[in-house]
C-alpha cells in the first residue's frame, strides 16, 4: 500500500502540508459490487478508507494518478477546479497509485491540490473496476452504483471533465 518508510512519523509533515481534506464519509445507497471489500488508505489521516462505502449513493470521478505522471500532474489542477466548479453535486475522490505516498503529499502540495486522496499503491481499485493500466485514468461512477465510464486519458481543463463526465452522470455544470 505504502513504503516502508512512509511511517505515520514520516508522513506527518507532508500531511500537514498537504492539508488534504477528509476523505468522503461511508453513505448509504448503492455502490459498484466491484468495490465490495476495497479498503486502502486516506491520505489526509492515514484512516482505513472503505471505498464502497465512501462513494456509495454518490455521483463520483475516481481520478486515478501518480506522483511521477507528467500528464497526471497537468491534470490535477483541472480535477480540483472542476470540484470548485460542481460543489457537492459531484465528488472527485483521487486515488494514488504508487507505493510512495510522502511524494504524493508532497506533489499536491507542491500543484496547490486539495482533494481527497486515497493511497492506493497495489492498485486495488484500478484492478476491481478492470481500469487500463495507464494513468491518468478516470472512472465515473453514477450514484445509482453503477460505473458509467471509464476513461483512461488525460483532460487539460475543468470544462473538458465537465464535458466527458457529466452526461454520463446526469448531472449539470
Given at each position: 500500500e505504502h513504503r516502508d518508510a512512509d511511517t505515520a512519523e514520516a508522513l506527518a509533515g507532508p500531511r500537514a502540508e498537504a492539508d488534504?481534506?477528509?476523505?468522503?464519509?461511508?453513505?448509504?445507497?448503492?455502490?459498484?459490487?466491484?468495490?465490495?471489500?476495497?479498503?486502502?488508505e486516506c491520505a489526509a489521516d492515514g484512516s482505513r478508507a472503505d471505498?464502497?462505502?465512501?462513494?456509495?449513493?454518490?455521483?463520483?470521478?475516481?481520478?486515478?494518478?501518480?506522483?511521477?505522471?507528467?500528464?497526471?500532474?497537468?491534470?490535477?489542477?483541472?480535477?480540483?477546479?472542476?470540484?470548485?466548479?460542481?460543489g457537492?453535486?459531484?465528488?472527485?475522490?483521487?486515488?494514488?497509485?504508487?507505493?510512495?505516498?510522502?511524494?504524493?503529499?508532497?506533489?499536491l502540495t507542491e500543484l496547490g491540490v486539495k482533494l481527497p486522496t486515497l493511497q492506493d499503491g497495489r492498485r486495488l481499485v484500478a484492478a476491481a473496476l478492470k481500469v487500463p493500466?495507464?494513468?491518468?485514468?478516470?472512472?465515473?461512477?453514477?450514484?445509482?452504483?453503477t460505473v458509467a465510464k471509464i476513461l483512461p486519458r488525460a483532460f487539460t481543463s475543468a470544462d473538458e471533465i465537465a464535458a466527458a463526465v457529466n452526461p454520463a452522470m446526469g448531472v449539470r455544470g
Open positions: 488534504l481534506p477528509p476523505c468522503p464519509t461511508p453513505s448509504t445507497g448503492p455502490s459498484p459490487a466491484a468495490l465490495a471489500d476495497v479498503v486502502v471505498v464502497a462505502a465512501m462513494v456509495a449513493g454518490r455521483n463520483v470521478v475516481l481520478n486515478l494518478w501518480a506522483y511521477w505522471c507528467g500528464p497526471c500532474a497537468d491534470e490535477l489542477p483541472a480535477m480540483a477546479e472542476y470540484q470548485r466548479r460542481m457537492p453535486a459531484v465528488t472527485v475522490l483521487t486515488v494514488h497509485q504508487d507505493e510512495n505516498e510522502t511524494a504524493a503529499l508532497l506533489r493500466n495507464v494513468m491518468p485514468a478516470t472512472v465515473v461512477l453514477r450514484s445509482d452504483g
